[in-house]
């Protein structure tokens, strides 16, 4: 505190009162973006001399965001992969569903693959929404090896030409290191007769710092390429998120906001960041 | 969990020496509510904290003035509070004067209800009870074939007259369990409701039709131990709504920073009753917040550690064990092995060393210790002849290639595990007239891990006296 005393005084700020620097610095570190990140953010604004505090720390946050491409990348004429990895009850398999449903809705053919063979009526549950979709999956025995579910499923969809396969992998803790191995057999495998051109982590937007840690440790194991956050139809905001975005420069590619399948949309810079701030 | 907290205070407390003046104090709550807030706790927590824990300083500030270990009665200020904090008393489960004990479990989406109904029915199950699970997540697809699946592999009946996936009428489902288990004389019920939001008014509508429907005699809300600033504002919003009687915790086995806990205890005022720390169905245990402090603050949970050595080894053998000790008989392999099994009673060895003091810095090494590694030197032993494993004197080359061959691993793991084992026996032979012997002491343990704790113990001995008082516990 004594540091952002001598802030207070050393930063007399535009017309913005102390108190409303307080406020703000309160709403976001209530959405998880974390106290360092939310320091650095508004030393930052405050240099700016603003009138508006929200919109200084706006544009403050817009600099921070990742240059990537948010879509999803596609390149015509074969199998593209999509792996959708995380911990457990981020909602993955419903993610991989409504990323199914989404892609399908662009008009391209589309497989899944559950491999998600630990969780109990894991692979039921990705069934019934598939079935609901109308898109094919691939499965094993409960209990199978994951990776000759995704080796069965990349086989497969590239004999049938199919345009995205998007494998449902099963959640696990980022601190058990041999689940992390067999993800990255999961990955490895599916290389081998086909590049993996999007691993998508799911990140629930209830999660506090931990999610830097997720991040950290998925990105190592398998090499991330974009976010979805999950569950921003409850009271979270999914801070941690923006935060692993500036944090490690990956975009958040969508939001998730509800049971039903069509609740799946892309990442809006806009909404998302005022949401950090309500 | 909550390492990242536990080494913030330890690396707080170093820097406390000799007298400690006021200003010094208040510095130190700010801190820690830094610290708390760092590691998820909410805001207002961390506050009402910082601002509980300098109002003891103060009431105590005579005294940690006049006592010539400062630290350690700062120490014990923090861990007052934070027991309290807690929850104070370990709560435990009421049971109704009518059975069936009807238990409802509600929380977010993801938070792990489904795999948890199964762990608290496994639970039961072992305390000699007969519960019934009760499918009333209708909302998730498949919800109800994975309870069906857990209370398969867990031997416990499951009640699912509905196929779920959207269809059917939660409160109908709860009420017919209710009373499925009153004909089928079950003495717990557990009703597993659908994941939803604090503020979906649709869905807290729900819930609140079944609570009346079947008057719960406990409620329990679940909840990740990696929820963020969040938890508070959704306990809230479930305490206010549907109400609830305790907590339940679940993936403490992760790297979760744990504010959560904090957090949804101070906001609602509700213990927290269980914790579920694995993936494995029997990773779930009462939660004690006196022992959770003393983790959290680098002591380790020796309580925890003790009733689960005494659970696992039976009484006889331990007993036999300890005769031929005093008779002067050699330990053998025959001992090993059955020291062996003990220990696989007892659970995993990363959880066990997690429960030791000390530990906190070598969570990683801990957390990747090789389970198999057990599994291994039990197949070397199995394939010894009972002469050898009585005499592993007559264990010559032959002899250990036949046992290589045997076990499938090569020789050079034979003979260091037999090297191994003739230090323990050593070992064995010095501790000889002292108390029973360590259900651990046969084990070549992983020679880093030993390493390194006696490291850190050299450290905290010629360390400052803080310091070393918060990692020696006196």
Redesign the interface.
């Known amino acids: 505190?004594?540091l952002f005393k001598r802030l207070f005084n050393a930063i007399k700020s535009g017309s913005v009162s102390d108190n409303e620097w307080e406020e703000i610095r309160?709403s976001l570190?209530?959405?998880?973006l974390?106290?360092?990140l939310t320091d650095e953010l508004i030393n930052m604004a405050k240099t700016t001399k603003p009138a508006d505090a929200k919109e200084a720390i706006m544009a403050e946050v817009k600099k921070w965001l990742s240059k990537d491409d948010r879509t999803i990348k596609f390149t015509p004429g074969r199998t593209n992969t999509i792996l959708v990895v995380g911990?457990?009850?981020?909602?993955k398999t419903t993610s991989t569903a409504k990323l199914a449903f989404h892609l399908k809705s662009e008009k391209k053919t589309i497989l899944l693959a559950a491999a998600d063979t630990?969780?109990?009526?894991?692979v039921?549950?990705l069934?019934?929404?598939a079935d609901r979709i109308g898109v094919e999956v691939v499965h094993g025995e409960?209990n199978a090896d994951p990776a000759s579910v995704a080796f069965s499923a990349i086989t497969k969809a590239k004999e049938d030409q199919i345009d995205y396969l998007v494998v449902d992998t099963a959640g696990r803790?980022?601190?058990?290191?041999?689940l992390m191995q067999e993800l990255g057999k999961v990955l490895r495998v599916i290389e081998k007769l086909s590049p993996v051109d999007e691993v998508l982590l799911v990140i629930?937007?209830?999660?506090?710092?931990?999610?830097m840690?997720q991040a950290r440790v998925f990105i190592e194991a398998v090499g991330v390429t974009g976010l979805i956050i999950t569950?921003l139809?409850?009271?979270?905001?999914g801070?941690?998120g923006m935060a692993v975005e500036k944090e490690f420069g990956l975009p958040i590619k969508y939001m998730g906001s509800g049971?039903q399948i069509s609740d799946l949309a892309p990442f809006d810079a806009e909404r998302f960041i005022e949401g950090l701030l309500e | 969990m909550f390492e990242a907290l536990g080494q913030r205070f330890t690396s707080i407390f170093s820097g406390l020496r000799g007298k400690v003046s006021q200003a010094r104090l208040d510095q130190f709550s700010e801190e820690i509510k830094t610290a708390l807030i760092e590691s998820d706790v909410a805001l207002e927590v961390a506050n009402r904290f910082s601002a509980q824990l300098a109002e003891k300083f103060n009431q105590n500030s005579d005294e940690i003035n006049i006592s010539i270990n400062p630290a350690q009665k700062i120490y014990e200020l923090v861990n007052s509070q934070l027991v309290q904090t807690l929850g104070g008393a370990t709560r435990r489960l009421k049971y109704a004067k009518n059975p069936p004990t009807v238990i409802l479990l509600t929380g977010l989406q993801g938070a792990g209800k489904t795999t948890l109904a199964g762990k608290l029915a496994k639970y039961l199950k072992n305390d000699g009870n007969t519960p019934l699970l009760v499918a009333a997540d209708l909302q998730r697809p498949n919800a109800v074939n994975q309870l069906k699946v857990v209370g398969e592999s867990a031997g416990i009946a499951v009640f699912a007259p509905e196929v779920g996936n959207g269809a059917g009428d939660p409160v109908a489902v709860a009420k017919a369990g209710i009373k499925y288990a009153v004909d089928k004389v079950h003495n717990f019920v557990i009703v597993d409701t659908a994941g939803r939001t604090g503020i979906d008014d649709l869905l807290m509508k729900q819930i609140i039709d079944v609570r009346d429907a079947i008057t719960p005699d406990e409620i329990f809300f679940v909840v990740d131990a990696m929820t963020g600033q969040d938890a508070a504002k959704t306990a809230k919003a479930f305490s206010d709504g549907v109400g609830f009687d305790a907590v339940v915790l679940t993936k403490l086995d992760g790297d979760a920073r744990g504010g959560a806990a904090l957090s949804i205890v101070e906001m609602t005022g509700k213990p927290i009753i269980f914790a579920s720390t694995g993936e494995k169905i029997s990773d779930f245990t009462l939660f004690h917040p006196d022992r959770m402090a003393s983790r959290i603050l680098g002591k380790g949970d020796i309580a925890s550690l003790a009733e689960q050595a005494k659970s696992a080894i039976p009484e006889q053998a331990a007993q036999k064990l300890e005769e031929k000790f005093a008779k002067g008989e050699d330990f053998t392999f025959e001992d090993f092995l059955s020291q062996l099994e003990a220990m696989k009673n007892m659970g995993s060895m990363s959880k066990l060393m997690g429960l030791l003091p000390g530990t906190a810095g070598m969570k990683k090494q801990i957390e990747n210790f090789d389970e198999s590694e057990l599994v291994r030197t039990r197949a070397i032993i199995e394939s010894m002849t009972p002469l050898e494993r009585n005499n592993p004197k007559v264990l010559n080359g032959s002899r250990r290639a036949r046992i290589a061959r045997g076990s499938g691993r090569a020789v050079s793991e034979i003979n260091a595990l037999v090297d191994r084992f003739g230090q323990a026996q050593k070992m064995m032979k010095q501790m000889r007239g002292g108390s029973m012997p360590m259900p651990m002491a046969g084990l070549g343990s992983p020679p880093k891990i030993a390493q390194s704790n006696v490291k850190s113990k050299k450290k905290s001995r010629s360390g400052n006296p803080a310091k070393r008082a918060i990692e020696e516990g006196n």
């Open positions: 505190m004594s309160v570190i209530e959405s998880d974390g106290v360092k911990v457990n009850g981020t909602g630990f969780r109990a009526a894991a039921e549950q069934q019934t929404w409960s803790l980022h601190t058990k290191e041999n629930d937007a209830t999660t506090g710092q931990n999610g840690n569950k139809d409850g009271s979270a905001k801070g941690v049971e």
